[in-house]
């Protein structure tokens, strides 16, 4: 999804998103899916003091409390405490490296989890730097449901964090606190509100 600034010609576009919605939308998305900072500070602590194994595994339940979908969630937590804290410590530091989606393919690898939620656990790894990638953004969007279509995302989410942050319609404490993270909650509201918007085929 190419982000695109138009002053003057044609565009053919998927999905608009004016610097005006990204506050409105947010607030929905914090109304609609409360409790996100809470999640941000536990895994704080668990970096701090290097993914205890039991509150690894509350972590990664938190994460699926917070989206309201349980699938797979006991499974994924009867994997062992040490598996679990491994990897979240291992992706961990792959974000730190700049390596964001290594980072999701070392997620994946705790069994029983998917894409979207390596996602959903990176992004509050670090939300500065990881976004997730689900089943609204992947259809109502377009991106493919692997590590390609999730760095494409991430890189979309990117540019339009630059642009965002330049806009001078956008209020300046909306400008200096705007994570990448914060985009894909836009994105995913406006997408998950707006049912015309759909990936285009050609």
Known sequence: MPILQVTDGLAIFRFVLLP????????????????????????NRLKAYGFAENASVNF????YNWSRMRRNAD?????SGFEIAAKLRAASQQIDDGDEP?????????PHLGMSYASKIARFLDPAKCVILDS???ERIGYPNDID?????????RDALTLLKASPVLDPCWRETLRV???EAAFFMKAKENRNVRPQHS
């Open 75 to 79: 499974r994924v937590q009867k994997a």
């Open 149 to 157: 279509g999730y760095a494409a995302f991430l890189r979309d989410c």
């Open 136 to 138: 609204v953004i992947r």
């Open 20 to 43: 005006a919605e990204v506050p409105i939308l947010l607030e929905r998305h914090r109304t609609k899916y409360s409790g996100s900072a809470d999640i941000e500070e536990a895994a």
């Open 181 to 183: 993270s914060d985009v």
């Open 60 to 63: 990664v339940g938190d994460v």
């Open 102 to 110: 290594k980072a999701i393919q070392t997620l994946c690898k705790i």
